[in-house]
């Protein structure tokens, strides 16, 4: 499997950014995608996650109601679209891919795959 992330970029506060994460190599029945971040210093935290098969959406507190996660099914893609961005949203940006079962969709442990990261950054 791999996992393609793309659409990161530099922005102004409260600016946009829409990123994607491409998945191939295997079809999955059901599986979770999630985002995670991780900014210099600091361990990587979970953005948010969805289930495959109407199992939900997920989003950490920091991000609710500025970033929604999306997905074209024909494409085995996920979009995270980032409104209203802080320049403490900064952050290597990556897509993760839980195999199933259905686990803790905000803990890193719980994914297989991992994409390579695209880099974020929001000036004040």
């Known amino acids: 499997v791999q996992l393609q992330a793309s659409g990161g970029g530099l922005v102004q506060a409260g600016g946009s950014l829409r990123l994607s994460c491409a998945a191939s190599g295997r079809s999955f029945s059901s599986y979770a995608m999630g985002w995670f971040r991780q900014a210099p210093g600091k361990e990587r935290e979970f953005v948010g996650a969805?289930?495959?098969?109407?199992?939900?959406?997920f989003y950490a507190d920091s991000v609710k109601g500025r970033f929604t996660i999306s997905r074209d099914n024909a494409k085995n893609t996920v979009y995270l679209q980032m409104n209203s961005l802080k320049p403490e949203d900064t952050a290597v940006y990556y897509c993760?891919?839980?195999?199933?079962?259905?686990?803790?969709?905000?803990?890193?442990?719980?994914?297989?795959?991992w994409g390579q990261g695209t880099q974020v950054t929001v000036s004040s």
């Open positions: 993760a891919l839980d195999q199933g079962p259905y686990g803790e969709y905000w803990n890193p442990n719980e994914y297989n795959f």
């Open positions: 969805i289930r495959w098969g109407g199992g939900g959406i």
